[in-house]
């Protein structure tokens, strides 16, 4: 089959694809001829080697220990293993092939991927390989940081910070899904986009500081989260929660050893004293849990993914460039 091939931690420029062999198929896996698979940010991670405390984490110290990329695809199941009876040759799934931390490659990128039956869920037939492809890991940070819905019911106030990419489009629908008024802020060619996802107000984020503007939200779902917590509260209700998510601009921040951990972990020290940092007390959502509330938001047409653009393989670095160029809207996704 063919694949795209990493030998080692660098550039995106690095990148080949080459002939391969199939990968074996174990009792509880499936074989999926990969239709679609997407790019998301924890993928540059994994192929630049950034931060380096990730190949401490399971990505391999010197060389990524699988040397073919990606996470998140959609496809046609072509075979079975002896122990999988929820799926047989010729549904249609989508998922992702790993099940920890998503610093690490999966497989993805190739013609076929390998993957545990229990990753995977029925693509709805309303949806297009390349959407479902573009789900698992941005649906999953947005289901399992907006898992406290008493703050999206009527009446509630949410700005989402970051709108315009694979996390934030999907935050967007979810929340209004919900009923809550959205305020979505992102670069100014996004936001026609956020207004067709149903956002109520939209923040030209290069024209206009969101926690100058005078309003106040129940919760601020933060994707960049990197901005100081005392300017956050500005836009902040008394009783409102932050929600930060991440998001390194790719390689934006200069932390090479040990990225945006260290911030992190000071806001887990904080919360315990802050408010606005403090956890819902709702419990976190397993994978399995999440792809099959994401499969039922998709097949209900409550959440629609938004694709940006879709190379072929060969075209596996201008797919790369596109979305570290900041512009997309929506995810950029490999189809076969």
């Not at 390349?130 to 999953?140: D, W």
């Not at 629908?173 to 026609?192: F, P, Y």
Request: aromatic fraction near 6%; hydrophobic fraction near 40%; charge should be neutral.
């Amino acid at each position: 089959m063919r694949a795209v091939i990493q030998e080692r931690y660098g550039s995106p420029d690095d990148l080949v694809v080459r002939e391969v062999a199939e990968p074996e198929v174990g009792d509880a896996e499936v074989l999926v001829r990969v239709r679609a698979a997407s790019l998301h940010p924890d993928v540059w991670h994994v192929v630049t080697g950034r931060p380096a405390i990730l190949r401490l984490m399971g990505a391999g110290l010197l060389r990524p220990r699988n040397p073919i990329p990606g996470t998140d695809m959609a496809g046609v199941v072509e075979r079975v293993g002896t122990a999988v009876t929820t799926f047989r040759p010729g549904d249609a799934v989508f998922g992702e092939t790993i099940a920890s931390q998503q610093w690490t490659n999966g497989g993805a990128f190739a013609e076929y991927v390998a993957v545990r039956a229990e990753w995977l869920a029925p693509k709805p037939e309303e949806v297009s390989f390349e959407q479902a492809a573009s789900v698992p890991s941005s649906g999953f940070i947005a289901w399992l940081n907006l898992r406290d819905v008493g703050r999206l019911q009527p009446g509630r106030k949410v700005l989402v910070n970051g709108a315009g990419g694979g996390v934030g489009s999907l935050a967007v629908q979810i929340v209004k899904s919900h009923g809550a008024h959205v305020t979505a802020v992102d670069r100014a060619g996004k936001l026609e986009m956020l207004r067709s996802l149903g956002a109520d107000e939209v923040v030209d984020c290069e024209r206009e500081d969101f926690t100058l503007r005078g309003l106040r939200y129940d919760l601020v779902f933060d994707i960049p989260g990197t901005r100081p917590l005392s300017e956050l509260r500005r836009a902040l209700e008394p009783d409102g929660r932050y929600v930060p998510i991440g998001h390194e601009g790719f390689g934006a921040s200069g932390r090479r050893l040990f990225g945006l951990i260290p911030h992190f972990l000071r806001l887990m020290l904080l919360s315990r004293f802050v408010r606005p940092l403090q956890s819902s007390g709702v419990p976190p959502p397993g994978r399995k849990e999440t792809l099959a509330g994401l499969r039922d938001l998709l097949a209900a047409g409550r959440i629609t993914p938004v694709i940006d653009s879709a190379y072929p393989l060969d075209a596996v670095r201008e797919a790369f460039r596109r979305m570290i160029g900041g512009e997309s809207r929506g995810k950029v996704v490999l189809t076969g």
